[in-house]
């Protein structure tokens, strides 16, 4: 037996209770997809980080560009999931070497993405070392109108953005020379995924709690059940599939949906009533309704009656 301990049981066990407790400014720590502090009466900053390691998180190898998007988009995914409008970021890149058209090409990219997200990098600090990329985030809003882990009610709607699996899928094809037109999109959801920026701003006072699936919809799902002390229950026949992951995965693209990360989409629970205002106010969502909030606790899956077993939980690290 491994005396190892999972990622979030040695986060609990070691870093839950440091510094003092109780301070007035911090209305968020640990435990959400970014920490809460209030800077002004009516202004909280919404701030989170996200390392990224070579052959951990991105191939080796892997274009500098495409680990700027994916580690930018990861990073922002966390603001998304509060309904934060981007702000600032730093950034910690350690390098085994500086080499001139690495740097160009990363930077590049990680340009390409401030801009798009209007985010500045104020900071950060360089060292020589094994690739390893940290972007810490920072975001406003309004204090109180964070969406967290921690409200879905009973009888609210589970819903979540865009399509699932698709990024999950790529894995497999990442060696693949001469990618077809649907490898081609899948990849294209691995390197480059959307942070949802926008849907966390058109979900901010509608959805009653809210994560952003970095980790897999069930992996996820469960954190937020958790933390909202109520039970998931997702009906697989429901789950948003694109064309490219049902026509390349087949059988597998349920599963894939369920269990396989680094979609980065928004996994959210709304009541009928602002599921019906939200709907209304943006017809051309990417939406999707895919179960149920009820009393009790966990994540079940359903295809119509049939109960899912379910064996795969979703990614952790140190497990
Ligand atoms: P996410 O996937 O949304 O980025 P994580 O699953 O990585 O969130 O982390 C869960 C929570 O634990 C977050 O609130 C995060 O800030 C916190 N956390 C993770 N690692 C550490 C650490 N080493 N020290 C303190 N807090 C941590
Ligand atoms: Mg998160």
């Given at each position: 037996m491994s005396d190892s301990l999972s990622e979030f049981e040695l986060i609990k066990r070691y870093?839950?209770?440091?510094?003092?407790?109780?301070?007035?400014?911090?209305?968020q720590g640990i435990g959400d997809d970014c920490a809460l502090v209030g800077i002004s009466a009516g202004e909280s900053l919404c701030l989170s980080i996200d390392t990224m390691v070579e052959g951990v998180h991105f191939p080796v190898g892997c274009a500098p560009d495409m680990i700027a998007y994916r580690a930018m988009a990861a990073a922002l995914s966390d603001l998304a999931a509060m309904g934060a409008r981007p702000s600032h970021f730093t950034l910690s890149l350690t390098l085994p070497e500086a080499t001139a058209p690495w740097l160009a090409a990363f930077s590049r990219g990680l340009s390409e993405m401030a801009d798009q997200y209007q985010i500045s990098l104020v900071g950060g600090d360089t060292t020589k070392g094994a690739l390893n990329i940290a972007l810490q985030v920072h975001g406003l809003l309004p204090t109180g109108t964070a969406m967290t882990r921690s409200g879905a009610k009973s009888g609210d709607w589970l819903a979540v953005s865009g399509t699932l699996g698709d990024a999950g899928a790529a894995l497999s094809l990442i060696e693949l020379s001469a990618p077809n037109f649907n490898q081609t999109v899948l990849l294209d959801r691995y390197y480059r995924p959307n942070a949802r920026i926008d849907q966390g701003l058109e979900l901010r006072g509608l959805a009653s709690s809210c994560i952003d699936i970095s980790d897999g919809l069930l992996a996820d799902a469960r954190h937020l059940a958790t933390k909202s002390s109520v039970s998931l229950s997702i009906n697989s026949e429901d789950l948003p599939l694109s064309a490219a992951l049902k026509a390349e995965c087949g059988d597998k693209a349920v599963s894939l949906a369920l269990s396989a990360g680094d979609d980065y989409e928004l996994l959210f629970t709304i009541s009928d009533q602002n599921w019906q205002r939200l709907i209304q106010q943006y017809p051309d969502n990417m939406y999707t309704i895919i179960g149920r909030v009820e009393s009790g606790e966990g994540v079940s899956v359903f295809s119509g009656d049939k109960q899912f077993q379910i064996t795969q939980q979703g990614f952790q690290h140190f497990e």
């Open positions: 870093f839950d209770k440091i510094g003092p407790a109780g301070s007035a400014e911090i209305l």
